[in-house]
């Protein structure tokens, strides 16, 4: 089991940038995929980007390749989320997760703990 607490969310005008944080309590936070979720009001949670468990691979939804970087430091036990060009429809309830496993990192149903979300929102 690993805590996760996020941070870094707020309200930034678009083509403007964010970097999130995902700090994780305990010892094994590099036997965890992680990866990174949104959630915008009446609408599913959707997958953002994952990072496996060194680092070595990364996943991105479509909708943010090329703007949105993940990226872990083992070391300090948190995974991070640089967002770059901002749009409004990027407006929603981050949350980071972690899994034990690379499979599907894509699918809500792979990870395990998730914390409890940073907001952020894009002014146009």
């Known amino acids: 089991q690993v805590q996760l607490v996020e941070s870094g969310g707020g309200l930034v005008q678009a083509g403007g940038s964010l970097r999130l944080s995902c700090a994780a309590s305990g010892r094994t936070f590099s036997r965890y995929a992680m990866g990174w979720f949104r959630q915008a009001p009446e609408k599913e949670r959707e997958f953002v980007a994952a990072v496996s468990f060194k680092g070595v691979n990364t996943y991105y939804a479509d909708s943010v390749k090329g703007r949105f970087t993940i990226s872990r430091d083992n070391a300090k036990n948190t995974v991070y989320l640089q967002m770059n060009s901002l749009k409004p429809e990027d407006t929603a309830v981050y949350y980071c997760?972690?899994?034990?496993?690379?499979?599907?990192?894509?699918?809500?149903?792979?990870?395990?703990?998730w914390g409890q979300g940073t907001q952020v929102t894009v002014s146009s």
């Open positions: 997760a972690a899994a034990a496993a690379w499979r599907r990192p894509w699918l809500p149903g792979e990870y395990d703990n």
